[in-house]
T-cell receptor
Framework: DGGITQSPKYLFRKEGQNVTLSCEQNLNHDAMYWYRQDPGQGLRLIYYSQIVNDFQKGDIAEGYSVSREKKESFPLTVTSAQKNPTAFYLC??????????????FGPGTRLLVL | RKEVEQDPGPFNVPEGATVAFNCTYSNSASQSFFWYRQDCRKEPKLLMSVYSSGNEDGRFTAQLNRASQYISLLIRDSKLSDSATYLCVVNLNRDDKIIFGKGTRLHILP
């Protein structure tokens, strides 16, 4: 089955720790995205990548980093510089380049909690 | 004016009723519009795109009003399974960016 997978489903972070969220897709999509969703809030774009080895900052990139070494994978690292990381993190992909280009398909999300 | 604005609800509607909600957007040059559905603690899923002429998919009808800069979603013969949060998504046609609304919560009551 084609789709987007994210792992883990739940992640706990200690103060000062970096953690990495996994996102993999087998849809052969060029573009991938990371969003953060807080309770009662809309999705906010963290980073996006339109092609392998290239990515751009979204609206709230501070305290986060990404890599895009393979078309299928777009991991997100939440660094210790992100002071309020507790949120629901959603990865998405689309077949056309750019966040506004076309329908995005989402993974099941990762809930990050700070201990 | 916010870029994309939705009534947060909740809308509490009896099963079988018709419900409609709107989403307003601020950029008149916006090109693409979508409705997504998000169940509690789940990812958003595309419900339907919204076209200029309006479009229908079973019990769901989406319409675009460019003059007043809003899109609407109408659900007929509502089912218990329609209970969810409905997200309005707009392509602002600027910086190649889309904006998600905060969502409208819908509760269908038995």
């Amino acid at each position: 089955d084609g789709g987007i997978t994210q792992s883990p489903k739940y992640l706990f972070r200690k103060e000062g720790q970096n953690v990495t969220l996994s996102c993999e897709q087998n849809l052969n999509h060029d573009a991938m995205y990371w969003y953060r969703q807080d309770p009662g809030q809309g999705l906010r774009l963290i980073y996006y990548s339109q092609i392998v080895n290239d990515f751009q900052k979204g609206d709230i990139a501070e305290g986060y980093s990404v890599s895009r070494e393979k078309k299928e994978s777009f991991p997100l690292t939440v660094t210790s510089a992100q002071k309020n990381p507790t949120a629901f993190y959603l990865c998405a992909s689309s077949s056309q380049q750019g966040p506004g280009a076309e329908t995005q398909y989402f993974g099941p999300g990762t809930r990050l909690l700070v201990l | 004016r916010k870029e994309v604005e939705q009534d947060p609800g909740p809308f509490n509607v009896p099963e079988g009723a018709t419900v409609a909600f709107n989403c307003t957007y601020s950029n008149s040059a916006s090109q693409s519009f979508f409705w997504y559905r998000q169940d509690c603690r789940k990812e958003p899923k595309l419900l339907m795109s919204v076209y200029s002429s309006g479009n229908e998919d079973g019990r769901f009808t989406a319409q675009l009003n460019r003059a007043s800069q809003y899109i609407s979603l109408l659900i007929r013969d509502s089912k218990l399974s329609d209970s969810a949060t409905y997200l309005c998504v707009v392509n602002l046609n600027r910086d190649d960016k889309i904006i998600f609304g905060k969502g409208t919560r819908l509760h269908i009551l038995p």
